[in-house]
């Protein structure tokens, strides 16, 4: 049975399945998911618990042996099983499907995968599993469904889900949900916020004391003023790039971070300065880049400022400056951050002497 891991387990579930196979790309709604039915087992009377990691050269037939052990101050047993490649071979398989086949009593199963593809699907464990019990896939949250995401989580910690929040954090939490989570955390321990509360019974912050803790927050984080100049450079505002790289040069050394993730933005430039050179729909083009609505003027006017060529130049002049942190290349300064900011400055649309 398929059911949404975000919904794992229910909350009026008075019994539990006897095997769960978790699986997906998203680790953190992997995780939350296992820890809920970890805790509901436990409440449940599962007391013993036996985990395995299922790497090269483990021992399949401990697995199979474990579900015969019970210990004799045990009611129940839970046996977990890390399936990190989300591939058993052929023996693992064959476990799999003998032991749910006969699944002794008092015992529940939980299988957490990493990513497991069509084709893996279609595999007989995976079958096996599927049809034992409950299955339930991490999906990606999708950039049109992070701030939907956000505004659920920050309910669940007792914030406000209002609009300047949710956009803040969809902006710079965009693919790593982990840190979003953190953040939101961090958010509820400094304004007080009472997790799962509501509205009626506990006094939540008003919006503007909130976002205003929260952009503090993230603006006391160097890697977040990497973001910041990004913004600026993409959008050819010198004076602020110009503010921001001397911040990060000054506080910390975050030049690796920094062209790491603008390289990422600059590959996806270049890709969606091309596709558009060739014909293709703009909406379409940027729906396909994931480029939320609210970067789109941004990279409206990055990509019209340099067009294809420019911005495949700029690409290689970034495989440069990767060369000289890795020590390959010389630095035409003093250090790389004369080259950044060099290549900062033809980002931004200025004429470099």
């Known amino acids: ?106 015992t529940m199963l939980l299988v957490i995968c990493g990513s497991v593809e069509k084709a893996g699907q279609n595999q007989k464990w995976f079958k096996a599993l599927d049809k034992a019990g409950v299955t339930a896939e991490a999906k990606e949250v999708k950039l049109n469904d992070l701030p939907g995401w956000i505004g659920g989580r920050l309910r669940s910690k007792g914030l406000l889900a209002d609009q300047e929040s949710i956009a803040l954090l969809t902006y710079y939490f965009e693919g790593n949900l982990l840190a979003a989570a953190q953040e939101i955390d961090l958010l509820a321990l400094n304004t007080g916020a009472d997790e799962g509360s509501s509205s009626q019974s506990v006094a939540r912050p008003d919006a503007k004391k909130q976002l205003a803790v929260l952009q503090a927050s993230v603006s006391d984080n160097s890697r977040f003023s990497v973001f910041s100049y990004i913004d600026a450079c993409l959008s050819g505002d ?45 909406d379409q083009v940027f729906k396909q880049h994931r480029i939320w609505y609210q970067k789109q003027a941004i990279f409206d006017r990055a990509i019209k400022r340099h067009g294809q060529a420019g911005w495949q130049t700029i690409l290689q002049q970034l495989a440069k400056i990767d060369k000289i942190l890795k020590g390959r290349a010389q630095s035409e300064g003093a250090s790389v951050w004369f080259d950044i900011e060099k290549l900062s400055m033809s980002i931004c649309g200025l004429k470099i002497i």
């Not at 890390?82 to 591939?87: N, Q, V």
């Not at 602020?240 to 590959?267: Q, Y």
């Open 1 to 106: 049975m398929r059911v949404n891991i975000q919904s794992l387990p229910e909350p009026d579930d008075k019994t539990l399945a006897s095997v769960y196979l978790l699986f997906g790309d998203e680790v953190l709604l992997l995780e939350e998911a296992n820890t809920a039915l970890r805790r509901k087992a436990q409440a449940q009377g599962f007391t013993e618990r036996v985990s395995f990691t299922a790497e090269q050269g483990f021992n399949w037939d401990e697995l199979l042996q474990s579900g015969n052990n019970m210990s004799l101050f045990a009611d129940k047993q839970l046996i977990e099983l890390r399936l990190p490649t989300g591939k058993p071979g052929q023996v693992g398989s064959k476990v799999l499907c003998e032991l749910v086949e006969n699944f002794p009593a008092d």
């Open 238 to 282: 010198w004076q602020r790039t110009c503010r921001i790289l001397d911040g990060l040069r000054a506080e910390k050394d975050e030049s690796v971070f920094l062209v790491v993730m603008l390289s990422r933005e600059v590959r996806k430039l270049t890709q969606m300065a091309s596709a558009l050179a060739n014909g293709a729909n703009r």
